[in-house]
Structures are given as C-alpha cells and as structure tokens.
C-alpha cells in the first residue's frame, strides 16, 4: 500500500511540475479527469472550466470540428498525434500546439492521456527561417542572372570586336562570288523556262538562299560603314517620298498588307534619304520576318514640336520585355538565320541624321517601331 502510494505521489509530482499540457480523460465517456497546472496557465482556463466536460465542450478545443471524430478514432486505434494542431487560448489568442493522446490501462477502467506542448515559437521560428531561405535562394538567383548577362555582354563585345574588324573585308570578298551566283541563277531561268519541276523548285531555293546570304552582307557591310558615320548627304525630303523610296528598295512579302498613313501637310525633313530609307527598310524587313503567315504593316508618320515621327507597326510576334532591351545590341538575334545587326546599324544611321528610335511592343501584339527625324 505503501509502495502504490509512493509511486502516486511521485506521479503527480510530475503531472504538477510537468512543461507540457496534460489532460486525463476517461476513456470511456471522454470526460475530463484531470488537467495539469501548465495546460491551465497555456490555454488561460480554470481547472473547474475543464473537469467533468468533454474535450470539445472546453473552449480551446470547440472550433475544432475533428475533436468528436479524433476522440472517437482515439477509442479505435488508442493513439492520435497531430503534429500542428491550432487553438485558442481564452483570451483569444491562436496558438499552435502538437497534440499527443495515449489510452491506458488503470485497473479495471481505460483513461486517455493527451500531452499538449506549445509549438508556437518553434512554427514562428521556422516560418522566419523559411522567409529567410526564401530571400536568399531570389539573392542568389539574382545574381546568377547578373553574372549571366555580363558573361553574354562580354562575349558578345569580344564577337564584335573580331566582326568589326572582318566585316568590311569579308562583304567585300563574299558579295562578288554571290553576285555571279545571282547572274547564274538569272541566266539559268531564261535558257530554261520549260525545265521540269523538280529543276525549277531547286532553282528557287538556290535564289532565295542567294538572297538571305545577299542580306546577311549588306548586314555586314553596312556595319563596317555604319562604326564611323561621319558623313551625311543631308537634304530636304518629303516623308512621303521617303516612304516610296523606302517600299520600292525593300518591298514588304508577298503576303504581308501595307497600309499607309501619311498626311499631306507634314512639314519636309533634312536627312540623307539614303541612309534613312535604309533604316526604315529594316523595320519594314523586320515587321515581314516577325509575321511568317502573313499580316499587316501600318506606316504613319506625325509632326511634333521640331520633329516628324514615322511609324511601323506590324501585327507579328510582337517582343518580349527582356529583348526590347537589348534590340539595339550588336549580333542580339533571336532568328535561326539573323545576325543581329540590323537595329544597331539603324539605330547608328538615325543618329547620325540627328534622330531616335523608340519601340513599343506586346508579346503576341505586334510591334511599332518610331523613328523621330528633324524637320527642316
Ligand atoms: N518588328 C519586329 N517584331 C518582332 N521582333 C523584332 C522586330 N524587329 C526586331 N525584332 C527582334 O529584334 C532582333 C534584332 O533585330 P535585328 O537587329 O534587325 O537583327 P536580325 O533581324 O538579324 O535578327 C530580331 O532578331 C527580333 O528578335
Ligand atoms: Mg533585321
């Protein structure tokens, strides 16, 4: 007798002193046996406020839906473990606890220990930790992407630097050995004009292959030229005109619709018509390549303040953010055949003519490209 009183004695030394919550149930009627200093103190109830009631009828416990059903599957299986069970102390205050039951044996009748512990800080802690990993795994994704553009920005200087010096020399050699090619082709369509298909359909490739190479050069070409514009042939131009030139030196594809809007009272410009009906055939090249099956391309021109505005606006894939930043960048291509160097040489040209290029576009909305020239 001694022995089992000792024993108690020493259990409810630790069931008082203990740092976690402890209810004692009857396993049973589910009612409240017991309740330990500390669960009083964590979830701001009296002693009286718990005993004799059912775990849900106890403030903390009644917004939890599942606390019938967890007693119920309690008496079922005699264990249940929530890793992070939310509750309510009285004074309203959510916290987040893990919740541990255990059915046990005492003589003749079955009693349901659950041990609560208090895991708010530990979530807290861990939120912050996951915060903080958060922060610092876009820190280094940053970064990486920085290090990513300066390597592809040095690398594309280091290209330059050995394209500026091959380019004028290289178009030079490549445009002969392709200008007798273009005759070949030429001739070869006259003294055959009833060859067969098969003949015909290769001849076609041959010149259309002709001609991507014959744009790639003049790519070339016009950026050898284009590193030192110093001279400019300026003189009084009409937008319309240039607009004329410019369409019968780069006519749009086939399948691409031009749609003009130049009014008649815009003031002339003084440019060298020259190199700006080399810039806006670029945009217009440009507006075609970025609507493979067809489209339309809009050129309108506006005055304003002590410049004219001439417009391209095409209906094709529009850009990205990201690229309409590095448009202008020497060799930055997105096009399998492309060398990059059409922009860079417009935008030089422009300059040299006292003008800028703005652009505007949403991806899968088309794009307009504005070159703002000086009036006279
Ligand atoms: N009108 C346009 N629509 C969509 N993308 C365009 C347009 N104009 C230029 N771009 C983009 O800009 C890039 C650079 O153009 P550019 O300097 O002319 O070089 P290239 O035509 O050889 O690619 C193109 O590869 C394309 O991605
Ligand atoms: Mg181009």
Partial sequence: MQILRDSELRYRRLFEAAQDGILILDARTGMIEDVNPYLEKMLGYSRKEFLKKKLWEVGAFRD????????EALQENEYIRYEDLPLKTKAGRLIQVEFVSNVYQVGDEKVIQCNIRDI????????????????????????????????????RKEKLAVLGQMAGSLGHELRNPLGVINNAIYYLKNIQPDADAQIKEYLAI???????????????????????VNSIDAESVTV??????????????????????????????????????????????NACQAMNNGGKITLAAKKKGNMVAISIS????????????????PLFTTKPKGIGLGLTVSQ?????????IEVKSEPGNGSTFTVWLPIC
Avoid: C, M, W
């Avoid at 939890?64 to 007693?71: L, N, Q, W, Y």
């Avoid at 030089?348 to 800028?356: D, I, M, Q, V």
């Fill in 64 to 71: 939890i839906k599942a606390s019938k059903e967890a007693f």
């Fill in 120 to 155: 708010t800080a530990r979530k807290q802690a861990e939120a912050a930790l996951q915060l903080l990993n958060t922060e610092l795994e876009k820190r280094v994704e940053e970064r990486t992407n920085e290090l990513r553009n300066a390597q592809e920005k040095l690398l």
């Fill in 240 to 285: 319309s005109d240039l607009v004329q030139r410019t369409l019968e030196r780069f006519p749009a594809a086939e399948n691409v619709d031009v749609t003009l809007k130049i009014p008649e009272n815009l003031p002339a410009i003084y440019v060298d018509p020259y190199q700006v009906t080399q810039v806006l055939g670029n945009l217009v090249l």
């Fill in 206 to 228: 041959i010149e259309l292959e002709t001609h991507n190479a014959d744009k790639i050069i003049s790519d070339l070409l016009d950026f050898s030229r284009v590193k030192s």
């Fill in 348 to 356: 030089k040209l422009t300059e040299a003519n006292g003008g800028r």
């Fill in 314 to 329: 095409d209906t094709g894939t529009g850009i990205t953010p990201e690229n309409v930043e590095n448009l202008f960048e």
